[in-house]
């Protein structure tokens, strides 16, 4: 039974400690985990699309990462498999998620990547991991991970 009381805080005090996070949680995402659910929340400007590009980039993805947000999901392919970042900030109508081939996407191998879950709530699987991320006073990123499944504690151990 999963303990909903897993809970991780951090800090990110700057680029450079987000870049470390995701670094460390690439390497953490081995063959068995790149199939993975992470959920990332947070204002806009938080740093979502940010931290995406260095955990895609710690995997091994070159050249242009560029954000979602119209295309709804951009795929990569890295030597572990498949990775799919989604921004799901202008979804709204749920037919769509069948209409895009999006149940096809989670249930196939590779990690997915999510910005702006909330907004396919009742359509997108329960993710492994949700990141939540608030920008302080001091434009700190103020962290608090969440593991949501078996999975999702490994990782976040």
Not at 24 to 50: E, F, M, P, V, Y
Not at 115 to 132: F, K, R, S, Y
Request: hydrophobic share 45%.
């Amino acid at each position: 039974m999963i303990n909903p009381t897993i809970v991780k805080t951090l800090v990110w005090p700057d680029e450079a400690a987000t870049a470390a996070f995701a670094t460390q949680l690439a390497a953490a995402l081995t063959r068995a985990h790149l199939n993975a659910c992470i959920a990332l929340h947070g204002d806009l400007g938080a740093g979502k699309t940010t931290f995406v590009r260095h955990l895609l980039r710690a995997l091994g993805v070159q050249g242009r990462v560029k954000s979602p947000t119209y295309a709804v999901v951009e795929p990569y392919t890295v030597s572990a498999g498949e990775v799919w970042h989604f921004d799901f900030y202008r979804f709204s109508d749920p037919r769509e998620w069948e209409d895009a081939g999006f149940r096809d996407i989670f249930a196939s191998a590779g990690l997915k990547l999510c910005e702006w879950p909330q907004n396919a709530a009742g359509v997108m699987p329960t993710p492994d991991l949700e990141i939540h991320i608030d920008v302080d006073a001091s434009e700190q990123r103020q962290i608090t991970i969440h593991a949501l499944t078996p999975s999702g504690q490994e990782l976040l151990a």
